[in-house]
Antibody, heavy 119, light 112 residues
């Protein structure tokens, strides 16, 4: 059964960089899928952040593009998110997902991890 | 960006009754070349991640009960639960994947 598991710090200071990793199990990240990130501020709706193919092709949300980097490590079978210059507005549950490429569907979700931006 | 607007924000339905809620997009999410609607529905139960229920506006994902049905085209879509069960209590989100950035509605909270 394919599973996604997010990991990373739960607290990031304002102006610093948020870094998360998503480990993929029971499925090769090099298979024909896109992998991405969706976030959900506490009590609010969902926002697509961006997605990546194993070759490195990326789709980014333009509203975050200037601060965003998504990368993939096929040897470790995981992919990662870096978001720079965080503010309180970046406080959210961050989900890693399978999907979000040209088809734009998010067919599999990790359990999510809460990242809070606070001093 | 395509703005997705759902209505109502919250809906209380008795067990066994029908629940219908709506999603409107600020521009068409229909592809004329293949006649497909680039609209999905997700279900998010409390303390869980969202789950993809329906894609292409009306195609249920594997394992999704047939009491869930989606419809609509262009800019207006609906999700119907024909006979509400206790396990259907959740927030339901629509999402367009017609163009980047992919965007979600604000959600409809379904309660008993």
């Amino acid at each position: 059964q394919v599973q996604l598991q997010e990991s990373g710090p739960g607290l990031v200071r304002p102006s610093e960089t948020l870094s998360l990793t998503c480990a993929v199990s029971a499925y090769s990240i090099s298979s024909a899928s896109y992998w991405g990130w969706v976030r959900q501020p506490p009590g609010k709706g969902l926002e697509w952040i961006g997605s990546i193919f194993h070759t490195g092709i990326t789709f980014y949300n333009p509203s975050l593009k200037s601060r965003l980097a998504i990368s993939v490590d096929t040897s470790q079978n995981h992919f990662s998110l870096k978001l720079t210059s965080v503010t309180a507005a970046d406080t959210a549950v961050y989900y890693c997902v399978r999907g979000g490429g040209p088809t734009g569907l998010f067919g599999l979700w990790g359990q999510g991890t809460l990242v809070t931006s606070s001093s | 960006d395509i703005v997705m607007t759902q209505s109502p924000d919250s809906l209380a339905v008795s067990l066994g009754e029908r629940a219908t809620f709506n999603c409107k997009s600020s521009q068409s999410v229909s592809n004329r070349s293949n006649n497909k609607q680039y609209l999905a529905w997700y279900q998010q139960k409390p303390r869980q991640p969202p789950k993809l229920l329906i894609s292409w506006a009306s195609t249920r994902e594997s394992g999704v009960p047939d009491r869930f049905s989606g419809g609509g085209s262009g800019t207006g879509f609906t999700l119907t639960i024909t006979s509400l069960q206790a396990e259907d209590v959740a927030v339901y989100y629509c999402q367009q994947y017609f163009s980047v950035p992919y965007t979600f509605g604000q959600g409809t909270n379904v309660e008993i």
